[in-house]
């Protein structure tokens, strides 16, 4: 089933999506996972529908703590190879 635009009543996760930031920042692999967490996580509703468990700017954040973790990440490696 293809997820439905509903979400759960979650309240804001300012403190995971803070978090995921500053571990993004620091290239680290745990920033990609709560990025896609955020971005991704869903739930099947009663009825049997899919919706997704965070907001749509919370999944926004999502997508970018993910990118920034990976490019982060990547520039760490590099660095790291070419030193």
């Known amino acids: 089933m293809s997820p439905s635009n509903q979400t759960f009543p979650k309240k804001h996760q300012f403190g995971l999506i803070f ?3 500053i571990l993004a920042i ?10 896609y967490t955020l971005k991704s996580k869903q739930a099947q509703l009663p009825d049997g ?15 970018q ?12 490696w ?6």
């Open 78 to 83: 590099a660095l790291k190879i070419l030193s």
């Open 49 to 63: 529908n899919t919706a997704y468990k965070y907001s749509e700017n919370d999944r926004k954040h999502g997508q």
């Open 26 to 35: 620091f290239g680290s692999i745990i920033g990609v996972i709560i990025g």
């Open 65 to 76: 703590i993910a990118t920034i973790a990976v490019v982060m990440f990547c520039i760490g």
């Open 19 to 21: 978090i995921g930031y």
